[in-house]
């Protein structure tokens, strides 16, 4: 059997169904009864960004074999755990970066041009009677990321291409990239207009952007999240936005999604998305693919497709 951790993908559902004995946790009237009458048929866990695999749930599970996960981000996947156990972890790494990077480039253009604004304004009928106000260029403006992988990298592509200077934090230099390296993230957001968040999550990198971050990137300062939402202290970012302290925002991520502080609402230098990063019709079927596709290796005793542990 296949236990399904949160719902992610119809698509994925379906193929799961063809192929497996396919269990949606989400739709268990008692979790604790559902894991005494089946935790023994379990072989896999599939997994996202919302929910994976936790210590309680791995232990949960004695015949777990592989977690495959609908996401590159692997936050929610106990791997120490399974390496320990021996249990395999798969996630949907490169088929998605385009996707997040082409977000954070519409992200920085949706901040800085008030896109959304502006279409708002439109459909108000305002156009008739007034001008819009003017907004903020973007080619050019130096672009910082932090952490410069996969996604990170595709960002700095992009913005190249809007004559952007790229900077970067990571833990060390990169040595195939002539990008400006700051050792500290504090350093990074006092030489840039635009800071992006596109590391992995992990306890190290938790609160990554917190007060002295924010500052630093000052009142006219961007900040671009499409990592996670803990990589940011929320409460210190919005009452940053509050008091005029940083510029705007463009958050894709926040630290307890669905929810989103509501003081957010009103202010209109930020834009607000719903964890859409990968969401194309395009990318998601190709994750979904992945997904089924480590796990028919898995069983089929072949070379995983990505492997993480
Ligand atoms: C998805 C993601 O939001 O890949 C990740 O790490 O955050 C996203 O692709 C999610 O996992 C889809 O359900």
Sequence with gaps: GVLMACPMSLYLEQELDKRFKLFRFWAQPSRQEFLKNHAESIRAVVGNATAGADAELIDAL??????????????KIDLNKCKEKGIRVTNTPDVLTEDVADLAIGLMLAVLRRICECDKYVRKGMWKTGNFKLTNKFS??????????????????????FDCPIRYYSRSVKPNTNYKYHSSVVDLASNCDILVVACALTPETRHIVNREVIDALGPKGVLINIGRGPHVDEPELVS????????GAGLD???QEPEVPEQLFGLDNIVLLPHVGSATVETREVMADLVIGNLEAHFLKKPLLTPVV
């Design 62 to 75: 004695p015949k777990l074999e592989i977690v495959s996960s609908f996401s590159v981000g692997l936050d």
């Design 140 to 161: 050019g403006k130096t672009v910082g990321i932090i952490g410069l992988g996969r996604i990170g990298l595709a960002v700095a592509k992009r913005a190249e291409a």
């Design 253 to 255: 991520v926040f630290e």
């Design 240 to 247: 940053a936005l509050v008091e005029g302290r940083l510029g």
